[in-house]
């Protein structure tokens, strides 16, 4: 069964760290490129990070860069997302997304089912 499995979401106070993860079944993460997405309560999804199979191209959006880093580790066929300075407005639902093409673009093959982050003091 191919799959994304979401993990290391939670409560944090704002200015603190989480790193999610992204682990992959059924299918290897290094022919994919892989984009973290978020969802707020009332909020459409919207794109945060994605980095491409080959690892040359790397998209943040604004509103992350700097605080926020995409890697991926293909022996453990794993893709994290660091977060650092957490805000109140980083939270929501994450996911994870592949798709097997070079570059990120949609529409996405796989998704996960989301992790839960919450900054709040």
């Known amino acids: 069964q191919l799959q994304l499995a979401e993990s290391g979401g939670g409560l944090v106070q704002p200015g603190g760290s989480l790193r999610l993860s992204c682990a992959a079944s059924?299918?290897?993460?290094?022919?994919?490129?892989i984009g973290w997405f978020r969802q707020a309560p009332g909020k459409e999804r919207e794109g945060v990070s994605c980095?491409?199979?080959?690892?040359?191209?790397?998209y943040y959006r604004d509103s992350v860069k700097g605080r926020f880093t995409i890697s991926r580790d293909n022996a453990k066929n794993t893709v994290y997302l660091q977060m650092n300075s957490l805000k109140p407005e980083d939270t929501g639902i994450y996911f994870c997304?592949?798709?097997?093409?070079?570059?990120?673009?949609?529409?996405?093959?796989?998704w996960g089912q989301g992790t839960q982050v919450t900054v709040s003091s």
């Open positions: 997304a592949a798709v097997q093409a070079p570059a990120c673009i949609e529409p996405y093959d796989y």
């Open positions: 059924g299918f290897t993460l290094d022919n994919s490129a």
């Open positions: 980095i491409s199979w080959s690892d040359d191209n790397i």
